[in-house]
T-cell receptor, first 110, second 115 residues
């Protein structure tokens, strides 16, 4: 059982469209991270959010941490084929221990 | 940034044999390391926390006797899959925390295939 549930599980869109991925939990986390992973490789950190209500922008990506620090969202504007990959959220608890969400597989078609 | 390596990057073994996977922090010390398992098209599942000089702590449902973890130095943790079976075939990834409580650095992963 995953502590964090992501939705949608799969997403296939056309280049130029916008999308939002959600990460929800009933648990409170001290921090929330988003990663992107390519097949056969380790996950690559995109962002860390630590304050409830915090919003961070990374070029076309916007990340938000829920006020109660139980949920987060990732919004991508004008998606590009290079955005294709597995997006994972991870909630941080004590002692640097992180629990990953169920994952969202994004495919952006040219 | 900090670098974590894993060896081997991929391994094939026969059912019933044991295989050891190494996780090294190359330019920093790590008193704690984490081991994850990832099945195809699924997310990472935390298996255990490796503690330097003491016993590993395992997540619920992970068999301690099957997945032996040793953290003998500040830069090396090993995961040994004992008596491997085909259902143990997976992508195993380790990570080590950075200086802040929010940092963690992932290894490139090890693909284990048990035939």
């Amino acid at each position: 059982t995953q502590l964090l549930e992501q939705s949608p599980q799969f997403l296939s869109i056309q280049e130029g469209e916008n999308l939002t991925v959600y990460c929800n939990s009933s648990s409170v986390f001290s921090s929330l991270q988003w990663y992107r992973q390519e097949p056969g490789e380790g996950p690559v950190l995109l962002v860390t959010v630590v304050t409830g209500g915090e919003v961070k922008k990374l070029k076309r990506l916007t990340f938000q941490f829920g006020d109660a620090r139980k949920d987060s969202s990732l919004h991508i504007t004008a998606a590009q084929p290079g955005d294709t990959g597995l997006y994972l959220c991870a909630g941080g608890s004590n002692f640097n221990k992180f629990y990953f969400g169920s994952g969202t597989k994004l495919n952006v078609k040219p | 940034g900090a670098v974590v390596s894993q060896h081997p990057s991929w391994v094939i073994c026969k059912s019933g044999t044991s295989v050891k996977i190494e996780c090294r922090s190359l330019d920093f010390q790590a008193t704690t390391m984490f081991w994850y398992r990832q099945f195809p098209k699924q997310s990472l599942m935390l298996m255990a926390t490796s503690n330097e000089g003491s016993k590993a702590t395992y997540e619920q449902g992970v068999e301690k006797d099957k997945f032996l973890i040793n953290h003998a130095s500040l830069t090396l943790s090993t995961l040994t899959v004992t008596s491997a079976h085909p259902e143990d075939s997976s992508f195993y990834i380790c990570s080590a925390p950075g200086q802040s409580s929010y940092e963690q650095y992932f290894g490139p992963g090890t693909r284990l295939t048990v035939t």
